[in-house]
């Protein structure tokens, strides 16, 4: 049973990535913003679903590790894994507004995360409410600086998408978010299944197997926007979703039941989030050396070859 909840997850999150791009890169026409903004907006917030589905049922249960955990494991997830296989299938040309913008509000969530829950081990209502309009002011901002260089930012649209109905376009949004729930859930379940049938802890499940699972929607999405070589869409679906991982889904977790480190686990302070903040971080030399403004295949494979040695050592 579980293999099959793994390969029907698997299948779902596929159709789902696929019409959330149709209809992502139909909106952006729409309502006159750039790919990079659909992206960092509709995808995320589709995509991130599963993360904070999965962080609220394990903070109301009281397992607040794997809460931790899954988003933790999620963001190290989609830089590793998912960017990582997006730049080895097709290099990815990096928006300037990349480190002006989305970059600096990526590390200032993942230090903030970590000062909350180093100051006294719990993520508070407040702080949460913190992140969360943390996250309202970055995409208000985001979305005029977005309206200025609206040019700059649509190139390589398949035109056709511009003729697209409203209605064809919710159609899409809807069968994608939906794909991408039921994807991840039962991607989530099998996965969990097969797991513990292995003698895994679970918090080595969540920031393992559960994140894995979670990300597969971020995977699918960014790997089929890159194959249609819509790479504004790949690389503001991923940073976009790290933002939202923090910033909402702990964030909103936190405003329903704080958040509290569990003490049996506290490689989750000492190692685990600076693997998380080390993989944001690396993006901007990455970005720079050699060949400016490009992730391509070789430092795709950097970062799928890191995302292996945390994954061992995780395990370990």
Do not use: C, H
Not at 27 to 35: A, G, Q
Not at 75 to 90: C, K
Not at 93 to 102: A, E, H, I, T
Not at 174 to 187: C, K, P, R, T, V
Request: net charge positive; hydrophobic share 60%; aromatic share 8%.
């Amino acid at each position: 049973m579980s293999v099959f909840l793994v390969i029907a997850g698997l299948a779902l999150l596929v159709v789902g990535g696929d019409f959330l791009v149709r209809a992502s890169v139909g909106l952006s026409f729409k309502l006159k913003i750039s790919k990079l903004v659909i992206g960092m907006t509709v995808v995320s917030f589709a995509t991130s679903a599963p993360e904070l589905l999965v962080s609220l049922q394990a903070a109301l249960d009281g397992v607040s590790d794997i809460a931790l955990g899954n988003v933790i494991g999620s963001n190290i997830a989609n830089i590793g894994l998912v960017l990582g296989i997006t730049a080895i299938i097709s290099p990815l040309v990096v928006d300037r507004d990349f480190y002006k913008l989305n970059w600096p509000m990526m590390m200032l969530a993942s230090f903030a995360l970590y000062f909350f829950l180093k100051n006294d081990e719990v993520l508070t209502a407040l702080e949460g409410v913190i992140l969360f309009v943390s996250l309202i002011i970055f995409l208000i901002v985001l979305i005029r600086s977005s309206r200025k260089s609206i040019k700059a930012n649509l190139d390589e649209v398949d035109d056709a998408l511009a003729e697209v109905s409203n209605f064809k376009i919710v159609a899409w949004l809807l069968i994608g978010a939906a794909g991408l729930y039921f994807g991840s859930e039962w991607l989530v379940q099998g996965a969990k299944q097969l797991a513990k049938a292995v003698g895994i802890s679970d918090y080595a499940i969540s920031v393992t197997v559960i994140a894995i699972g979670t990300s597969v929607p971020e995977l699918a999405a960014s790997v089929i926007a890159a194959l249609k070589k819509e790479k504004a869409i790949s690389l503001g679906n991923l940073i976009g979703s790290n933002i939202f991982n923090i910033a909402s889904v702990l964030g909103l977790t936190a405003i329903v039941k704080p958040i509290v480190v569990n003490p049996d686990t506290p490689q989750i302070l000492s190692t685990n989030i600076f693997w998380m903040i080390a993989f944001a971080a690396i993006l901007i030399p990455l970005m720079l050396i050699p060949k400016r403004f490009q992730i391509g295949r070789l430092k795709g494979m950097l970062l799928f070859g890191a995302y292996l040695v945390f994954i061992y050592v995780s395990l370990k």
